[in-house]
C-alpha cells in the first residue's frame, strides 16, 4: 500500500506541474483503515514517528505535500460483511475544492437487517461514497 501511495502522489505531483492550477480528486479502494499509516499521510500529510516502517520505505521524512481533504468525511463503514466492519474507500480532494454535496451513509438498521454487503439491498461488499464537487 504504501509504495501505492508514492506512486500515486508522484502522478499527482507531477499532472500539478504540468497543469499549473490543476485541481486533485484521489478516490478509490485504499484498503486502508482510518488507523492505517496511509490514511495519515493521504489526510493529515505526514506520517507519526510511529510510523517507522513507512519512513524506512520513503528513505526519506515522510510528508505529503498535497493538502487532501476527506470530501464526504469520515462515514461509519464503507465495507460492511459479517466479518469485517470499516471505512477503507474514500474520495479526497484539494484543498482549494469545494465539496458541494455528498450522499448520505446508510442507517446501521439497514445494514444490520440486510445481514451486511452483497444484499439485495446493498448489492456491493462496498458501500458508495458519492461526492459532489465545485471545481470553479
Not at 69 to 91: C, M, Q, S
Amino acid at each position: 500500500k504504501q509504495w501505492y501511495q508514492r506512486r500515486v502522489r508522484a502522478r499527482l505531483e507531477r499532472t500539478r506541474r504540468r497543469f499549473e492550477g490543476a485541481r486533485v480528486v484521489l478516490c478509490g479502494d485504499m484498503n486502508s483503515r482510518k488507523t492505517s499509516l496511509v490514511h495519515s499521510y493521504l489526510t493529515r500529510g505526514f506520517v507519526d514517528s510511529d510510523g517507522s516502517e513507512l519512513e524506512d520505505f520513503f528513505a526519506t521524512e515522510v510528508r505529503n505535500p498535497l493538502s487532501l481533504n476527506l470530501a464526504r468525511g469520515e462515514p461509519n463503514f464503507t465495507n460492511y460483511t459479517a466479518t469485517f466492519k470499516d471505512v477503507i474507500d474514500y474520495v479526497l480532494c484539494d484543498s482549494e475544492s469545494k465539496v458541494v454535496a455528498v450522499t448520505p451513509s446508510p442507517e446501521l438498521s439497514d445494514l444490520e437487517q440486510s445481514e451486511g454487503c452483497p444484499s439485495e439491498i446493498f448489492p456491493s461488499d462496498h458501500l458508495p461514497i458519492i461526492a459532489d464537487i465545485d471545481f470553479t
